[in-house]
Each structure stands twice: as structure tokens, then as C-alpha cells.
């Protein structure tokens, strides 16, 4: 048997989100999966891509995997180092931010997210960490990727609380609001892909090896919608596992 074939869910998961990573692109990543994406896409098909962190590094090549955004390898022969306030008045409200690659505890129907508490805010199941900077990448950002395991906890009709918008309650209302950024447009779990249809409502389009339909539309908080064609992802290379597993060798996001 390969390493390919002894694939987990997350590797399949992170592998997917970095292969729609593209060269070239000014992203920003946030910590722990979608960190582990983007170093994967920089050390194989993106080698120019410029990984940006809230902390103020611009154009990071961490030579391990951080674990904050206050990390200092996320520093070590860092292109730029700049204040948050550069950061988020420069880069995002400039529009210079191509993708935004995301994290959540909870995405619903229309793609909004949210990282700040489970259940009624004022007496939470859990109380999470909050957007950090994950409301202004998503409102700014050209688009957004996001990344979160498929279970239907995590994927309500409805988040518990929005901390980030995606299309809010549809595309129409984020037009309304004159958001310049162009929302989620894809979100890559451990069984599939997700991709908002025009109105903004997340329907599936790619399923991964060995996942079926029933088991997302099972694990999904909404009448999940499929795609006409639903196409196959592919499962992750042995070059992209062996990178994976070097990168989070203690498999603290890969478990």
C-alpha cells in the first residue's frame, strides 16, 4: 500500500484547499489548517505566492509550522514586515488581498462563519476566540476560501452567531451592503467541495475519493443541494503527503 492510499479526511481536506491556492497571489492565511495549506501550495505548484499574517509579515516563508500568528518563524526571511495597521488599512482596504484562506467552528447555508461562540451568545455552550481578523479578510478580500471539517454541527442552516459574513441571508444582501469583496467561493471540507450557486447559497460540487453524496447531505444542517455535475476530487499525492507530514510531523491539524 502507498502513502497515498492511507490518506486521512484533513489531509484530503488541506490538500484540495491548497491546490486552489494560485501562484502569484497576495494571501491571507490564518493559523492552523489554512496555514498548513498554504505552505503546502508554496512548496509545489505556488512558489510565488505571498503569504500574509494579520501579526504584519508580508511575503512569509515560515520554515516550520507556526502556531500563532505572533510565531517568530513567521518573520525569518519575511519579504516585509509591517504594523497591523498597515496590514488592514493598506493591504485590505486597499484591495490588495487576492484570497482570504479561513478557518471556522461553525459555516451555514449562505457561507457565514462563525469563531466567536457556540449557542446563545450570552450563555454559550463554548465561548471560541473570535474573529481576529477574519470579519475584515472576508469583507475585503477578492475571495475566500474556507476550510472546516463536514459535520453537521459545524455546517447549520443558520450560524450561532455571525462573526464573518459570507453572503449574510444572500448574494443580494452583501450587495446591498456595498461589501467590496467577493465572499466565499469555495468551502472545502473533509468530504467535499461547497460553492455558492448565484444566490449565494452553498450547493456541493466535488465529492473527494470514497466519499458519497448521502453522507454530506447527512452531515449537512440544510437541505444540501447538488450540483448538476458533481465532479471527483483527486486524493493526495505521495509529494503532498510526505510535505504534509514533514510540516505537522506531531499531527497536531493532520489527525
Not at 505548484?45 to 511575503?59: D, Q, T
Amino acid at each position: 500500500m502507498t502513502t497515498a492510499e492511507k490518506h486521512t479526511s484533513s489531509e484530503q481536506m488541506i490538500a484540495a484547499a491548497a491546490r486552489a491556492l494560485r501562484d502569484g497571489e497576495r494571501t491571507f492565511v490564518g493559523i492552523g489548517q489554512p496555514n498548513l495549506a498554504a505552505m503546502l501550495a508554496k512548496q509545489l505548484h505556488a512558489p510565488r505566492l505571498v503569504m500574509i499574517y494579520e501579526s504584519g509579515a508580508v511575503g512569509a516563508n515560515p520554515t516550520r509550522l507556526p502556531f500563532s500568528i505572533g510565531d517568530p518563524c513567521l518573520v525569518t526571511g519575511v519579504a516585509s514586515l509591517q504594523s497591523m495597521m498597515d496590514i488592514f488599512g493598506l493591504f485590505l482596504q486597499g484591495g490588495l488581498i487576492d484570497t482570504g484562506l479561513l478557518g471556522a467552528a461553525q459555516v451555514d447555508r449562505f457561507g457565514n462563519l462563525n469563531s466567536t461562540a457556540i449557542g446563545d451568545y450570552f450563555k454559550p455552550k463554548a465561548r471560541l476566540a473570535g474573529s481576529g481578523g477574519a470579519c475584515d479578510i472576508a469583507t475585503l478580500a477578492h475571495r475566500v476560501i474556507v476550510i472546516t471539517p463536514h459535520q453537521r454541527q459545524r455546517l447549520p442552516e443558520r450560524v450561532d452567531f455571525v462573526t464573518t459574513p459570507g453572503f449574510l441571508s444572500g448574494r443580494s444582501e452583501r450587495d446591498r451592503l456595498g461589501m467590496p469583496g467577493g465572499g466565499p467561493e469555495l468551502v472545502i471540507t473533509d468530504i467535499g467541495t461547497m460553492e455558492p450557486d448565484p444566490s449565494g447559497e452553498l450547493v456541493l460540487t466535488a465529492l473527494h475519493e470514497s466519499r458519497d453524496v448521502e453522507e454530506a447531505i447527512a452531515n449537512t444542517g440544510w437541505p444540501l443541494r447538488i450540483a448538476p455535475v458533481l465532479r471527483r476530487t483527486k486524493p493526495p499525492t505521495e509529494q503532498e503527503l510526505t510535505l504534509l507530514r514533514a510540516l505537522d510531523p506531531k499531527r497536531v491539524y493532520l489527525r
